[in-house]
DNA sequence: GAATAAATTTAGAATGATTCTAAAAAATTT
DNA sequence: AAATTTTTTAGAATCATTCTAAATTTATTC
């Protein structure tokens, strides 16, 4: 666990929301202002391979990181591209029957409009 | 529904796997030689927002494809990469309650090592 | 059915997230 | 402390995707 690698796990475990790798690069550097982006995946990479964060692959171009391991699935808004997390039961029991063998990790990503959008829709059609 | 779209289509409809926006491409010169790669991404656009054709975002950087409308999970071999489907129950119903709202799609993406790493595994470890 | 307008296609340039590379620095082992 | 391994750094390279502007096709109007 290198300066480097504590800083970017800190900067994902005080987020209030999903970073992504820029995101992280940018508020690593306020605690380190010499690293540099290549160690930031360097790291990103290998605090998932050591399941201390969570990638989440959504709608963007870019990946975001979570530090949460309550089972959780996150809500994609189609229309601002907001990411908001909601509560699912831990499916990992069936999950792992299914697949015929013990699983990894799982993520359940819905698309739908958000509560703001579809008020901000209503107002406006 | 231009020529070119149909063949979009078409290619992913008689596909036996997920492919890439790239792989579409390859096969889609098939049936129309003249065919440019922004037109395979401008109708996988335009297919997706019909309805037509699912986006599936995996652990690649490329996104794949997908025909089907039967509710389906992702299965994503950690070691391979390989790609396969898995049944799961409709969670439509139960999503939309927990969302607050009617949701727009959804996909459950699992990692785990297939079947077949996982021998290759153990004959050597 | 020709004239006009709107939408789509095309090839290639541009963008942007991520990975790679090779040298320097830091950490670890002997 | 010398030698080895691991990590970091800056910047170049890669690769999927988007953008652009001109050409073509399709739809609409007269």
Redesign the interface.
Known sequence: MTRQRAAVLEVIRSAKCHYTAEEIFERAKEILPNISRATVYNNLHALERERLIRRI???EASDRYDSSFIPH?H?FC?ECHGISD???PDFREA?SR????????????????C?GC?MARQSNP
Do not use: C, H, N, Q
């Open positions: 692959t959504g709608e699935g809500l189609t909601f509560e699912v999950l299914a697949a015929g063998g013990e699983i990894d990790s799982y993520e359940l990503k819905v698309r739908y409009v509560p579809r």
